[in-house]
T-cell receptor, first 113, second 115 residues
Framework: AQTVTQSQPEMSVQEAETVTLSCTYD???????LFWYKQPPSRQMILVIR??????QNATENRFSVNFQKAAKSFSLKISDSQLGDAAMYFC??????????FGGGTRLMVKP | EPEVTQTPSHQVTQMGQEVILRCVPI?????FYWYRQILGQKVEFLVS????????KSEIFDDQFSVERPDGSNFTLKIRSTKLEDSAMYFC?????????????FGPGTRLTVL
């Protein structure tokens, strides 16, 4: 069984600043991936970034990067130079061998101009 | 860029009625999924489907639910007798392959309201 926990229901950041969203997970899988999805008001789920658990190097995608601490089962998302369009719900997720995604409860990110 | 589409965008139904939610996955994808999100809650896995059969299903996916790929392009989720608690956003997703990494591309969702 897998569990994903996001302890921050809401976060706020000033435009152009940096914000970090937290996520912890638990899994019995030996090989898995971790994901951050963005859900804007339109409700569509958009993949932001993924991390392969067997890779020690943290994934980066432009302004988005992760801090993956495998031993601590922690997977945080850092958004640099925050933009108004980054305002959304952010969901952390992990997959199992059958590729079923387990999502955390989400963090609502607000970006202040 | 190919994308997953879902129809209708919003479905309103009476309790006890049957509903069919439709999805058109990306054309070369082989793995299909349904998730649901009750308002204000997390996204929950319902079922995965490959090679015309269910690969995995959650506890939520009981006998009231069924999935089908009737014509090689559509992927449907049927709820036989809807309950109030079935009101949620339903997301379809598709992916190319299985294994430890298979990016799932999500559709825009169907909002189901059961009255």
């Amino acid at each position: 069984a897998q569990t994903v926990t996001q302890s921050q229901p809401e976060m706020s950041v000033q435009e152009a600043e940096t914000v970090t969203l937290s996520c912890t997970y638990d899994t019995s899988e030996s090989d898995y991936y971790l994901f951050w999805y963005k859900q804007p008001p339109s409700r569509q789920m958009i993949l932001v970034i993924r991390q392969e658990a067997y890779k020690q190097q943290n994934a980066t995608e432009n302004r988005f990067s992760v801090n993956f601490q495998k031993a601590a089962k922690s997977f945080s998302l850092k958004i640099s130079d925050s933009q108004l369009g980054d305002a959304a719900m952010y969901f952390c997720a992990s997959n199992n061998a059958g590729n079923m995604l387990t999502f955390g409860g989400g963090t609502r990110l607000m970006v202040k101009p | 860029e190919p994308e997953v589409t879902q129809t209708p965008s919003h479905q309103v139904t009476q309790m006890g009625q049957e509903v069919i939610l439709r999805c058109v996955p990306i054309s070369n994808h082989l793995y299909f999924y349904w998730y649901r999100q009750i308002l204000g809650q997390k996204v929950e896995f319902l079922v995965s489907f490959y090679n015309n059969e269910i690969s995995e299903k959650s506890e939520i996916f009981d006998d009231q639910f069924s999935v089908e790929r009737p014509d090689g392009s559509n992927f449907t989720l049927k709820i036989r007798s809807t309950k109030l608690e079935d009101s949620a956003m339903y997301f379809c997703a598709s992916g190319r392959g299985s294994g430890t990494y298979n990016e799932q591309f999500f559709g825009p969702g169907t909002r189901l309201t059961v009255l």
